[in-house]
């Protein structure tokens, strides 16, 4: 799973996660580049009431 999220002040964080063992933060460019190149399964958007970013995880 990845995951692109928000921090407290708005800053966007990029992590790949395997459940149950590991979350392992990774750079922008290492996220796009698994979002165009793998096979995404599921797509969760993030939804938060006082956040205007976008967040989402996919699933690989």
Excluded: C, W
């Amino acid at each position: 799973m990845y995951s692109a999220t928000a921090n407290d002040s708005g800053r966007m964080q990029y992590h790949k996660i395997i459940p149950g063992e590991s979350k392992e933060r990774i750079s922008r460019a290492e996220f796009i580049t698994a979002y165009n190149t793998l096979s995404i399964i599921a797509v969760n958007p993030i939804q938060e009431k006082n956040s205007p970013v976008f967040q989402l995880e996919f699933y690989i």
